[in-house]
């Protein structure tokens, strides 16, 4: 799939978006039953009803170009859930366990503020300031669900970890 | 590998990130050779330096706890670069590619900005202030990594690659 403009690699990196927030959506509700803290499980799960709501952003800008999602799997977020589930599996004690699900879960959030900035700033740059607007609002929700996690994990987890029961 | 407290997975975070900097290690000068931008290329080499130098600072850490990385692959890096690659491969416009470049090494930058945050955070709670000081320098590099790639988007790149010649 050659591309010759920004259009076209708008394109593929919405496309790409597409795949990963799919991906995400199986990914979080196993995340959130492994989780151990009430108030991660709770973040967890609404962060799934953000992630749902943001993969419909994604349908509407491809409705309103009137292009649809290519088929093709983000290898990007696939790493990602690979490389966190993995650690999460490794953890045997509760705390840790929930420290490496932040640890995974901030790492997919940074995916998403670096892809959302740049989907942004390419619908600026083709005068598209409708769906550049949309995509603001998800790159929006992406930073404060990074700094809830970063909370969560300050003030409670990361200590319970370092003196497990 | 199992892990039952915040130091052995700040061991396995570690290692993980060893391995993602050794793979950027190999693919910036490649990235640096297909870039267009002079301004570009200059930044990629410069980020090189920047993390030869993060990895060196990776095996301080190492040596001060006595221990060794494991040599186990970083998922998270290999899924980011196979998906940038990839993206670059596509590109047949030279401001495209330049676009795509940029893309994709945000998306990295980002992933250790995730990561070198979960790591400094770990090793200022497990009380280690001398790694946690060595942590936060990587952050911060990554940080003016990152703004620095936004501004050769935003004032050059983006613009020409919406208008190919």
Same mark, same amino acid.
């Given at each position: 799939? +050659?591309?010759?403009?920004? $259009? ?9 978006? *597409? ?5 995400? =959506?199986?990914? /979080? ?6 989780? %151990? ?9 609404? *962060? ?9 952003? /994604?349908?509407? =800008?491809?409705?309103?170009? %009137?292009? @649809?999602? $290519?088929?093709?799997?983000? @290898? ?33 959030? *940074? ?12 619908? +600026? ?7 550049? !607007?949309?995509?603001?609002?998800? /790159?929006?929700?992406? $930073?404060?669900?990074?700094? !809830? ?17």
């Amino acid at each position: 799939m +050659e591309m010759s403009n920004l $259009k076209e690699l708008f394109l593929a990196e919405l496309s790409d978006m *597409h795949s990963a927030e799919r991906q995400l =959506i199986e990914a /979080l509700p196993k995340l959130a039953r492994q989780a %151990g803290s009430p108030q991660l499980k709770r973040a967890l799960e609404q *962060h799934l009803r953000v992630t749902e709501g943001q993969l419909e952003r /994604l349908d509407r =800008i491809f409705d309103s170009l %009137g292009e @649809k999602p $290519k088929r093709k799997k983000c @290898k990007g977020m696939e790493g990602l859930i690979g490389e966190g589930s993995e650690m999460v599996r490794e953890a045997t004690d509760e705390a840790v366990r929930d420290a490496a699900i932040i640890a995974g879960a901030q790492k997919v959030e *940074h995916y998403e503020i670096a892809a959302y900035g740049t989907l942004r700033t390419y619908a +600026e740059t083709l005068g598209d300031s409708a769906n550049g !607007k949309l995509l603001d609002q998800s /790159l929006e929700e992406e $930073k404060e669900a990074d700094v !809830k996690l970063s909370e969560i994990a300050e003030s409670a987890v990361n200590v319970e970890a370092a003196s497990p029961a």
